[in-house]
């Protein structure tokens, strides 16, 4: 007959590797069980911690096991177990409140209407108030940050009338709710990182009402669905239910993993939980809270099709008095997640990569499925050879050599979606250019610009990166469709088959939509109690990430100053215009100029690309000596800013943003004429294209005299300024020699003065009525020719 290893023996038989770890600012060398990851071992230590247990010694983990079970003061035979059982990963400590330790309360009572309100009200402020310390935080550090970057005086720095950064910085740290003496603060270089954090999430509200008045839509139910809207609520439909939630949660548990426990233990599962659940309710004294977690992924493994009811018979025979308490940090302690059909897992280099759920593979292998294939539909095959949609045939009908294709290929292995293997620089400007007839600056657009469909782009797309999960897997196993199409609709079921056999009801969440309305949260509360749920819980879901409306920024209103007289206004009435967020084109053939520079000994090339009207509208920067990442990260830079520019970005605030930047390469500037020096490589561009393209005198650091254009207030020595060939800022190429080789550019921008003539002298010549000869001479108040001495009377 074959004798089961005890759970002592099964912990000398499992291999432990040892480790570092660093834990609140301590290195700690200890032994882990293989599998575990490091996440899961500093979750250990954090407990350990918390309880005061000792962690020193060659092994910390087990010293603090064996001082946490000699608490309870039990044989030495039953401690060595249940130490055991913490240091395989098959228990852990549950240290929960499932719900407010405040007497549940009876919504039939007219009172308890206001008490709601009253805690809904605190925690609705707690929550805005958690909100906007975050916002100010952030706006404040966004203060001391704008006086940071700014080069220049400490005083014209720290001043929002000269630096626009900081008076866009200050005005939104007002609006956050920041006053003015903390944004002073800020522009002392105060730190406000150091803010109290939001609150722990409150433990739900416990209620109890009549489960016909629920049912019916009462003015009950309709009171709990507005608490549930702003809170967390457990209603139930009976006090001595309601009664039995508030004295569980003011003890301790136990938590035990039942796919671990199947892992180490097979085909003896049942016995040796039963051993586990024992030992557990003799330390804790029963009725003991012990709880099973991942039951869903163990029933999945298992042969057996009452495997859930069976688990929780076995824990209701020992002693158990609920197998439904949920802890966050215990889940971690046993590496439990949500159960899906990815699993992460810690390699052994220490790297995060992704599996498919063994449990999961575990049951598709025992029906006849294939892991593999599996596999390939939930993580893809990375490359596009026979792909759906778009393969390698599709393609090369549009102009795909091997070359293209051999790049789309080796980037499949590193990117993560399909857009990011067709865009530059994977593949190569000129043959977006010249094949594809497609710019680089919209290389996002490729596979549309290919009349690739959306559906083309979703199956080659999901062929090659995979999808969430195997709902629609072609080749799954019959028996297993239905739980592989809705694996949290599995995991409800085998808790519904754990139900029975549990002292306390199931609170996992009903979920509820986060702007879901008090009608919704009502018609729930009324469909769990014709249900004949015991207790039903409502929760409103997060809110989507980010922002939910697209507000225009509006301008903050001037205050009035008030006038000693009124003075009568003309009204004038105008009218609002949005502007249309539409990409501007550049045209096919675009001029501009290229600057060659050097900042820092480092070469730079801009090209400009501007409208017809002279506006800029793309850049690109080249530096040809630098590694291939800085160089994809400025020309992809360049991109971003061309983009930009082209949806109505002005230049002033991509300049306004960037110059002052300081990095490596730095420092002093050759080849260009007004930059002498820069603090970094996006310095010098932005403070290229704002002294070319805005005017802004006050970016250049050169003397603006020297400019050797030949148009400037310079010139030959004594004399006028020279004028310049136009084919100095003409292009031949790009006017395709339709502009004149002797054209010249005229000095402008001057002011000269016009010669003035005395009132002796002719403004013109003046032919003699007597001979006829040019010689005439005004002499005093007459003329006289010098040639025939006549003297004629000349009027006008």
């Excluded at 108030?129 to 700014?150: F, G, K, N, P, Y």
């Excluded at 730079?604 to 530096?623: A, P």
Aim: proline share 7%; hydrophobic share 45%; aromatic share 6%.
């Amino acid at each position: 007959m074959r004798t089961r290893p005890s759970l002592a023996h099964l912990l000398m038989l499992y291999p432990r590797r040892p480790r570092e770890l660093e834990h609140r600012g301590a290195l700690i060398e200890l032994l882990a069980p293989e599998g575990w990851s490091d996440v899961q071992v500093e979750a250990w230590l954090d407990w350990a911690a918390d309880e005061d247990l000792p962690l020193d010694g060659a092994d910390p983990l087990a010293g603090a096991a064996q001082a946490f079970v000699q608490r309870f003061d039990l044989p030495a035979s039953e401690a060595t177990d249940l130490t055991a059982t913490l240091l395989l990963g098959v228990a852990t400590p549950v240290h929960t409140t499932i719900c407010s330790a405040e007497p549940p309360l009876n919504l039939s009572d007219p009172a308890s209407g206001r008490v709601l309100a009253d805690e809904m009200a605190r925690r609705r402020a707690s929550r805005l108030a958690a909100s906007a310390i975050d916002a100010t935080a952030s706006a404040l550090e966004a203060v001391t940050q704008a006086v940071d970057r700014c080069e220049g005086p400490r005083g014209d720095c720290s001043d929002p009338a000269r630096n626009p950064a900081l008076a866009r910085a200050a005005l939104a740290a007002r609006r956050a709710g920041a006053s003015d003496a903390d944004i002073v603060r800020a522009i002392a270089g105060e730190s406000f990182t150091a803010l109290p954090a939001a609150p722990d999430e409150p433990a739900p509200i416990l209620a109890f009402a009549d489960r016909a008045l629920i049912a019916s839509g009462a003015p009950e139910a309709t009171l709990a669905a507005q608490a549930a809207l702003d809170g967390d609520l457990v209603l139930t439909f009976d006090p001595e239910t309601a009664e039995a939630l508030t004295e569980a949660g003011r003890g301790g548990g136990i938590m035990i993993s039942a796919r671990r426990l199947q892992t180490l233990t097979g085909d003896d599962f049942e016995e040796a939980l039963a051993e586990v659940a024992g030992l557990w309710v003799e330390a804790l004294h029963a009725p003991a809270t012990l709880t099973i977690v991942d039951a869903a992924e163990a029933a999945l493994a298992s042969p057996d099709a009452g495997f859930a009811g069976t688990a929780a018979a076995i824990l209701a025979d020992a002693g158990a008095a609920s197998l439904f308490v949920e802890d966050p940090e215990a889940r971690l302690r046993l590496g439990v997640g949500a159960f899906s059909a990815i699993d992460p897992f810690q390699t052994a280099d220490g790297q995060i990569e992704q599996r498919l759920n063994p449990a999961i593979s575990l049951a598709i292998a025992r029906h006849g499925g294939d892991v593999e294939n599996a596999e390939r539909w939930l993580f893809g095959r990375r490359t596009l050879v026979d792909a759906p949609g778009i393969d390698h045939g599709a393609l090369r009908t549009r102009g795909f050599t091997d070359v293209e294709l051999e790049g789309i290929e080796m980037a499949l292995a590193q990117v993560s979606n399909l857009a990011e293997a067709f865009r530059a620089p994977v593949l190569d400007p000129g043959f977006l250019q010249d094949v594809l007839g497609i710019d680089a600056s919209e290389s996002d657009e490729v596979l549309q610009h290919l009349d690739f469909t959306a559906e083309d782009v979703a199956a080659a797309e999901a062929w090659a990166f995979g999808r969430p999960d195997l709902n629609g897997w072609t080749d799954a196993p019959a028996e297993l469709r239905p739980v592989l199409a809705d694996v949290g609709a599995w995991e409800a079921a085998v808790r519904s088959d754990m139900q029975p056999f549990s002292a306390l009801p199931d609170l996992s969440p009903l979920p509820l939509d986060w702007n879901a309305t008090t009608a919704r949260a009502t018609r729930a509360l009324a469909d769990a109690a014709r249900a004949d749920a015991r207790a039903v819980r409502l929760k409103r879901g997060p809110a989507p990430a980010g922002p939910l409306f697209d507000l225009p920024e509006a301008e903050t209103p001037r205050e009035r100053r008030r006038e000693p007289e009124p003075q009568a206004v003309d009204r004038v009435v105008e009218k609002v215009v949005e502007r249309d967020r539409t990409r501007r084109k550049l045209p096919d053939r675009r001029k501009g100029y290229i600057q060659k520079a050097a900042v820092g000994g480092h070469k730079v090339y801009i090209h400009t690309g501007e409208y017809e009207d002279g506006e800029l509208g793309e850049i690109f920067i080249d530096m040809h000596k630098e590694g291939a990442a800085f160089r994809s990260l400025m020309n992809n830079f360049a991109i971003a800013i061309s983009i930009g520019l082209q949806y109505g970005v002005p230049l002033d605030e991509f300049v306004d943003a960037f110059v002052f930047t300081r990095f490596e390469p730095a420092g002093r500037v050759t080849g260009n004429d007004s930059i002498r020096s820069a603090t970094s490589i996006l310095d010098y561009i932005f403070r290229e294209l704002g002294v070319s393209y805005l005017d802004r005198s006050e970016l250049a650091n050169a003397d603006a005299e020297s400019l050797g254009d030949g148009l400037g207030s310079g010139g030959a020595e004594g004399g006028e300024p020279e004028a310049v060939p136009a084919a100095r800022f003409i292009s031949k190429g790009f006017a395709r020699g339709a502009a004149p080789d002797n054209l010249v550019v005229l000095p402008f921008g001057q002011k000269r003065e016009t010669p003035t003539t005395t009132a002796g002298e002719p403004t013109e010549a003046v032919a003699c009525p007597a001979c006829g000869d040019f010689a005439l001479q005004h002499r005093g108040a007459g003329w006289v020719c010098d040639t025939c001495g006549a003297s004629p009377s000349m009027q006008g």
